[in-house]
């Protein structure tokens, strides 16, 4: 019996991923990432490297068990409730006193919306 196959479509779901986020964050082409995904042969073992360094995994073997069922969270899902807690923030300044912050408050918002656009 062969060996089990790569689960890196398993972890790339369980981490909150597109193949595009994927293939950006390990530096490899969404093509490639799709390759590997599929399995119809060994990925390379520098792809297989390159993808678990994105799961934080040091052997690329760990790529053929299933994923952890709470993955952490992702720098980019940090990154964005960071952004909501200062708009947040800055809208209850706003509420409190200080209207001339609506402009940036929009701008902020407008931003988030953009890259969470950009990710999917």
Not at 16 to 24: I, V
Not at 37 to 48: C, I, M, V, Y
């Amino acid at each position: 019996m062969g060996q089990q196959k790569y689960q890196i479509k398993a972890w790339r779901r369980a981490y909150g991923m597109k193949q595009e986020d994927l293939a950006r964050r390990a530096g490899l082409s969404v093509p490639t990432i799709s390759a590997a995904e599929r399995a119809r042969r060994e990925p390379h073992p520098s792809t297989l490297q390159a993808i678990a360094r994105v799961f934080g995994l040091d052997d690329p073997a760990a790529l053929r068990q299933e994923p952890p069922r709470s993955a952490p969270v992702s720098d980019t899902l940090s990154e964005d409730l960071a952004r909501a807690s200062r708009v947040i923030g800055a809208l209850a300044e706003i509420a409190a006193n200080d209207y001339r912050r609506i402009p940036l408050v929009m701008r902020d918002l407008q931003r988030m919306r953009e890259q969470s656009r950009i990710r999917r």
